[in-house]
């Protein structure tokens, strides 16, 4: 199992699974022993003014909710000292180290379902309202105080007229109060309602879960774009007698169209090479940076073998069977290069003797070294500073 151990307590993996994953919320008292944010408030304050950054403001003055998206400068957002407002940041994990380290405590569930680590501050009395997510989520207590109370799936109505979708009818069965380095696991549809006990702030892990709708969407959109392979009839009706009612729909245009719509299948390999690649898309606001000094294949081969070479915390990469995907893209590898590239999947690092037994010009390498060139991969180093901008570069 790649990472570090998972922060369930007492709580066996399997047990967790079999328990609660899904079913159930669990919270973990003192998850994160000694619990220091690696962000600050003013972290997050610098990273919800920039304009590559998902960010919200949410308030509750005088009692009523207003909702806000940014970015934000600083003299945008309320004063500390004032009551009940909530700054929520997605995607920290794709721009600040430590914040990414954490994630590796999570990776009992697979990749491909991992949303992103969201940050929100609060300052006393600031929230979201009582609402439910249709995904799981893990929430780390990273600094102050907050209560959570959690309602059992039920009554699914909102209120009206609000910018948020704040429930309607919500009875809590658990109250907690969860202080720094403490987990609340809470699954899909269980109804929650968190309010800051002063200053805090919470880390929210999400893990995806796309629709149908979603996903076919996606799926339709992938294959509008994508050229056909082989033969594209165009509709003819040669022959056709002159119509005496030109505002109808012709009954041998409407066959042979409907044929085609009832008639067309996708192959298993172009499903399968389409759900790799959407399950591992990096969200339009992610962000690749290049190196800074370009390297030859031969010098990067040279270096890896001494240092090995890393994921960027940006990266998404999984496999299946005898294809690998990478940041929405597919690629195919020979067999004895396959236990590498899964390899570096699971644990998102090749270590230097591995990749000193590597032809500089094999298949394997020139994945590699392209991934290098775009910033999909690193050199890796013993420690390495936070980084906290997410770069200038989309695709190789």
């Known amino acids: 199992m790649p990472g570090s151990p998972a922060p369930l307590g007492g709580i066996s993996l399997d047990q967790f699974m079999r328990r609660h994953w899904q079913r159930r919320p669990l919270l973990?008292?003192?998850?994160?022993?000694?619990?220091?944010?690696p962000v600050s408030p003013g972290d997050l304050f610098a990273l919800a003014a920039r304009d590559d950054v998902e960010s919200r403001?949410?308030?509750?003055?005088?009692?009523?909710?207003?909702?806000?998206?940014?970015?934000?400068?600083?003299?945008?957002?309320?004063?500390?000292?004032?009551?009940?407002?909530?700054?929520?940041?997605?995607?920290?994990?794709?721009?600040?180290?430590?914040?990414?380290e954490l994630l590796e405590r999570f990776r009992f569930v697979a990749d491909a379902r991992l949303d992103d680590l969201m940050v929100?501050?609060?300052?006393?009395?600031?929230?979201?309202?009582?609402h439910l997510d249709s995904y799981d989520v893990f929430l780390i207590q990273?600094?102050?105080?907050?209560?959570?109370?959690?309602?059992?799936?039920?009554?699914?109505?909102?209120?009206?007229?609000?910018?948020?979708?704040?429930?309607?009818?919500?009875?809590?069965?658990?109250?907690?109060?969860?202080?720094?380095?403490?987990?609340?696991?809470l699954p899909p549809g269980w109804g929650h309602d968190g309010t800051a006990l002063g200053e805090c702030m919470t880390f929210s892990v999400g893990f995806r879960a796309p629709s149908r709708h979603e996903l076919l969407r996606a799926w339709l959109a992938d294959q509008a774009e994508?050229?056909?392979?082989?033969?594209?009839p165009r509709y003819s009706d040669a022959g056709q007698p002159?119509?005496?009612?030109?505002?109808?729909?012709?009954?041998?245009?409407?066959?042979?169209?409907?044929?085609?719509?009832?008639?067309?299948?996708?192959?298993?390999?172009?499903?399968?090479?389409?759900?790799?690649?959407?399950l591992t898309e990096p969200k339009a606001s992610v962000w690749f940076e290049r190196p800074s000094r370009s390297l030859s294949p031969a010098a990067l081969a040279q270096q890896a073998a001494r240092r090995g070479l890393r994921a960027d915390r940006r990266t998404r990469m999984s496999w299946r069977d005898g294809r690998f995907f990478i940041n929405g893209e597919c690629v195919e590898m020979p067999a004895p290069a396959r236990p590498l590239l899964r390899r570096l999947a699971d644990r998102r690092r090749l270590p230097p003797d591995v990749l000193a037994r590597t032809p500089v010009d094999s298949p394997l390498f020139d994945s590699l070294h392209a991934w290098f060139d775009a910033g999909w991969i690193h050199l890796d180093e013993p420690s390495r500073p936070a980084a906290r901008r997410p770069g200038s570069t989309r695709r190789p």
Do not use: C, N
């Not at 994508?226 to 594209?232: A, K, V």
């Open 28 to 37: 973990v008292r003192g998850a994160f022993p000694d619990f220091q944010s």
């Open 57 to 100: 403001l949410v308030t509750s003055f005088g009692g009523r909710w207003r909702l806000a998206h940014g970015p934000f400068e600083r003299d945008e957002l309320p004063s500390p000292r004032r009551r009940q407002w909530t700054l929520l940041v997605q995607g920290v994990d794709t721009l600040v180290d430590p914040v990414h």
């Open 120 to 130: 929100s501050y609060a300052t006393d009395g600031g929230g979201v309202g009582p």
């Open 142 to 185: 990273a600094h102050g105080r907050r209560r959570w109370r959690v309602a059992r799936p039920g009554p699914t109505e909102l209120l009206e007229g609000m910018p948020l979708k704040i429930l309607s009818r919500f009875e809590p069965e658990h109250d907690w109060v969860l202080e720094p380095g403490d987990l609340l696991y």
């Open 226 to 232: 994508t050229p056909p392979t082989g033969p594209d």
């Open 242 to 278: 002159a119509t005496r009612h030109p505002g109808e729909v012709p009954s041998r245009m409407h066959a042979t169209l409907a044929a085609w719509l009832r008639g067309w299948r996708p192959t298993r390999r172009a499903v399968d090479d389409f759900i790799g690649r959407f």
